[in-house]
C-alpha cells in the first residue's frame, strides 16, 4: 500500500490487525513521505530509518504469531524531543544537552509502546520547549512558521509522515501549531497524562498532549496514556476514561456553545473575526455568546508570572554551565524569573484555581466554550512561532482544550476553532466535538 501513510492511526491499526497492511509496509510508506518532504519541512531531531522497519518488522512477527496485540500495534508515532526514549537520544533542542541519551522512556511513551506503538524518531522542538524556534516550517507554507513548541509534531502529521505525534502544552504549545498546521490538537486536563521522564518547564502549567489528523486517533492516544502516576506529583487520581468510546456516544441533546472571544480578542486578526462570526451565525441558537469578566485580562500577567520563575528554577543548572549557548528570549525569562518577589508567585498560583472556578458557572449553561485558538493564520517568517495568547487562559486554568481544523484564513491558510471544557470533561469535550465536526459538513 504505496498511499499507507494517508491512513489515519486507527485505520492503520485496524487495517494490520486484518492483515491488509503490515507494519513494515505502512512504516516504509512513511520513510518514503518524510524522505520525499522532510528537506523543506524539517520535521525531525532524530530519525533512524533501518531502526524504524526493524521495529516495524519485529511488531509483524508478534501479530503473525497470534500473540495478543494492542489497540496501536505496529502504528508509527512521532514524539516531541522532550520526552525521554530508551532508543533515541532526548535533547531538549539545545545544544547543551546534545547527544544526552537515557535508559527508560517517558511515562507516556512506555504506554504507547505498550499499546504497540512504534516510536519513528524525535520531532523538532523549539529550545527547551519555550520560544526560540527550531528548523521546522509550516507544511502548506514552508515560508511561514508550523507554531511551537511542538512545532515538528504539529508538522510530521499535517504533511502525512505519521498518524500520531507527541506534544506538550505550556502557553500555546498544542492549540497553536494545530491551528497553523491544519491538524487536531488536544491538550487534555491538566494531570490526567504523567509527565515523567518529561521535560519539566513549568510544574504548574506543564500538560503532555497529542497531534493526529483525528478526533477518533487523539482519543485514543490520550486513553492510553492516561492513569495515575506517583512519578507525576500532579497525576490526577483516576480510573483510566473511555474517550474513544465515550467521543462517539451521541449526546442526548444538541450541544449548547459559549462563544468566548476571551481577553486576547483585540490581537485576533480581522479574517479571524469574520471567520468566527460566519461560524456563530451557522450555529444558530446553539451558540450564545459569553463575555468574561474584566478580572480574566490580568490572565497574562499571573500566567507569565508563573512560567517565568518555574523556568528561572527549573533551567537554573543549563543557565550556570551554559549562559552563553541559550536564546536571548529564554534569557530574558529567566532573569525575570529570578527577579520575581515570592510573594507575587503565590498571589499569581491563588489565581489560577480562581479562575478555573470561576469558569464552572459558564459550564451550568454550556456543553463548551468555543474560541479561536490562535489570532489568525501562521504568521511569514521564520524567526518566531507566532503568539499564543488565544491558548493563555485555557492553559493557566489548566482547562482541556481541543482544536479542530475547521477553518480558512485569507490566505488559504488553516485556521483553528478552539474548544474548552471544564477541568474533567474531556469526554463532553471530545463528544462535542465530534459533533460540530459533522455538523459543519453538514452545512457544507
Known sequence: MENAFTLSALEAAHAIREGQVSSEELVQACLNRIGEYEETIGAWTHLNHE????????????????????????????????????????????????????????????????????????????????????????????????????????????????????GTQTNGSIGRPASYCGVVGYKPTFGMISRNRVLRTSRSLDTVGVFARTIDDVALAAQLMCGFDELDPDARHQVRPDLLGLANEAPLMPPRFAFVKSPAWDQAESGTQEAFGELVEALGDRVEQVDLASVYDEVFQWHRLVMDVEIAKNFADDFKRGADQISPELTEIFERGKAAHGVDYSLALDRQSLFARGMDEIFEDFDVILTPAAAGEAPVGLDNTGSPAFCTLWTFAQMPTITLPLLQGEAGMPLGVQLVAQRGADAQLLRTAKWLVKHIETLA
Do not use: C, W
Open 51 to 166: 531502526y524504524a522497519l526493524e521495529q516495524a518488522r519485529e511488531s509483524d512477527k508478534v501479530r503473525l504469531s497470534g500473540s495478543a496485540i494492542g489497540p496501536l500495534h505496529g502504528v508509527p508515532i512521532g514524539v516531541k524531543d522532550i520526552f525521554d526514549t530508551r532508543d533515541y537520544p532526548t535533547e531538549y533542542g539545545t545544544p547543551l544537552h546534545q547527544g544526552r541519551t537515557t535508559s527508560a522512556d517517558a511515562t507516556a511513551v512506555a504506554l504507547l509502546r505498550q499499546a504497540g506503538a512504534i516510536v519513528m524518531g524525535k520531532t523538532v522542538t523549539t529550545e527547551f520547549a519555550v520560544y526560540a524556534p527550531g528548523k521546522t516550517t509550516n507544511p502548506h507554507d514552508a515560508t511561514r512558521t508550523p507554531g511551537g513548541s511542538s512545532s515538528g509534531s504539529a508538522a510530521a502529521v499535517a504533511s502525512f509522515m505519521v498518524p500520531l505525534a507527541l
